[in-house]
């Protein structure tokens, strides 16, 4: 195994999250139909959208990645629920550019309670829990039972629901698997069997369901990732389909960046997005991946 070639799609799996919800927010809530006829193909990092973004800025989606990655950074395993969302409790509190309805009930349980882990939920099948579970990859690369119990115990601070589980672990498993060998065949694989079990994320023929549901989301990345062959055909793919557009987007960038790498990302959009959110993934990145959990 060629770690530098690993250390490569770690960072590209961080920065390609990043990147993908940048550009997607910009979109989030349109059509297909109606990107086209106001952007052709939206493909550079241009801000507005509905939250009036400057460029290269980036959603919930890449802070609650952020605040998740700082909680694992804070303390050995086995990590402390109450730690990751006493850092969320602090990314609510900063008066973030959006916060999903699921994550700030949930968040709001936790401060009136205490309760570190939401009820279970027929309301909670929303992809908030899937779209900042990153950090969980990168703290557990080298120890993979570690992954799917920190996985569950982020998620459920706000999200409580077995589609929601399985979708993020899926994403996890073939987030990791990209990571460490790069190889889009095997991470295919890995998710027709998964299918096979849980037929209801079935992404061939791709549905055509762009909603912050799960499975639709699930669905829309896994045909955007396996019916492109490189980063940026990737992202704009799943971008352009518009609805939850920079959830979308942002896995479709994790997952395109864990299987090509942060050399594959163009530069183009790296000198464009948000100088800040650069340096903190990247420095994350970094940080979780010398964690011992992490190293191979």
Same mark, same amino acid.
């Given at each position: ?6 250390? &490569? ?8 999250? #990043? ?16 990107? @086209? ?11 507005? +959208?509905?939250?009036? *973004? ?52 949930? /968040? ?6 205490? @309760? !570190?882990? @939401? ?8 992809? +908030? ?8 990859? /990168? ?27 399985? +979708?993020? *672990?899926?994403? @996890?498993? *073939? ?19 998964? !299918? ?21 989301? !699930?669905?829309?990345? *896994? &045909? ?20 939850? #557009? ?47 959990? #992490?190293?191979?």
């Amino acid at each position: 195994m060629d770690l530098n070639k690993v250390r &490569d799609r770690a960072l590209g799996a961080y920065v390609g999250l #990043a990147i993908g919800d940048a550009l997607g927010a910009t979109v989030e809530f349109m059509t297909a139909s109606e990107i @086209a006829a106001t952007h052709g193909i939206h493909r550079e990092l241009t801000g507005g +959208g509905w939250l009036h *973004l400057p460029p290269g800025q980036v959603t919930d989606d890449t802070q609650m990645a952020l605040a998740l990655g700082r909680a694992l950074l804070s303390h050995p395993p086995p990590w402390s629920a109450t730690r990751i969302a006493d850092e969320f409790i602090n990314w609510m509190h900063s008066h973030p550019p959006d916060i999903g309805q699921t994550v700030r009930r949930g /968040l709001r349980r936790y401060l009136l309670t205490g @309760a !570190v882990e @939401a009820p279970p939920s027929e309301a909670d099948g929303g992809n +908030g829990a899937a779209m900042r579970h990153l950090p969980c990859v /990168l703290a557990t690369l080298g120890e993979p039972d570690l992954l799917e119990i920190t996985c569950l115990k982020q998620a459920h601070i706000t999200h409580n629901h077995p589609f929601s589980d399985s +979708g993020m *672990l899926l994403l @996890a498993t *073939l987030t990791r698997r990209g990571i460490l060998d790069g190889d889009s065949a095997t991470a295919l694989h890995l998710a027709h069997e998964f !299918v096979g079990t849980h037929p209801e994320f079935r992404f061939r023929p791709w549905p055509r369901r762009t909603t912050g549901y799960i499975v639709d989301t !699930v669905q829309t990345v *896994l &045909d955007a990732v396996f019916n492109t062959d490189n980063f940026e055909d990737c992202v704009v793919t799943a971008v352009n389909r518009g609805g939850d #557009a920079d959830t979308i987007g942002a896995l479709a960038g994790q997952l395109a960046g864990a299987l090509y790498g942060a050399s594959a990302i163009p530069l183009r959009w790296l000198r464009k997005l948000d100088p800040l959110v650069l340096r903190s993934v990247e420095q994350q990145a970094r940080s979780l991946l010398a964690l011992p959990s #992490a190293r191979m």
